[in-house]
């Protein structure tokens, strides 16, 4: 059975870390490309990050630039999003998903399995 389960998230003040993981079962890792995506209250969901299946990254907000990190461990099945100096428009609720390729889309129509979402929320 595919499935990908996000962990990681939780409450964090301005200026923190929180590195979010994504465990993958039920299909080959290294076929596909992995995207984190976000969906904060009032607005769309919208791309985040995406490591191909050559592990390649690609970010697709140039406020996370610098400052996310996205890695795939493929012994542990995983995909990490490493997030640091968080801002409080960071906050949202954050889901990784499977693209159904292995190059990258920020189109939320290009991946056919998502998390459940965990919630990062920044503030003081």
């Known amino acids: 059975q595919l499935q990908l389960v996000e962990s990681g998230g939780g409450l964090v003040q301005p200026g923190g870390s929180l590195r979010l993981s994504c465990a993958l079962s039920?299909?080959?890792?290294?076929?596909?490309?992995i995207g984190w995506f976000r969906q904060a209250p009032g607005k769309e969901r919208e791309g985040v990050s995406c490591?191909?299946?050559?592990?390649?990254?690609?970010y697709f907000i140039p406020s996370v630039v610098g400052r996310f990190t996205i890695s795939r461990d493929k012994a542990k099945k995983t995909v990490y999003l490493q997030m640091d100096s968080l801002k409080p428009e960071d906050t949202a609720v954050y889901y990784c998903?499977?693209?159904?390729?292995?190059?990258?889309?920020?189109?939320?129509?290009?991946?056919?399995?998502w998390g459940q979402g965990t919630q990062v929320t920044v503030s003081s």
């Open positions: 998903a499977k693209s159904l390729h292995y190059y990258c889309s920020d189109g939320s129509g290009a991946y056919d399995y």
């Open positions: 490591i191909t299946s050559k592990d390649f990254p690609t």
């Open positions: 039920g299909f080959t890792l290294e076929n596909y490309a």
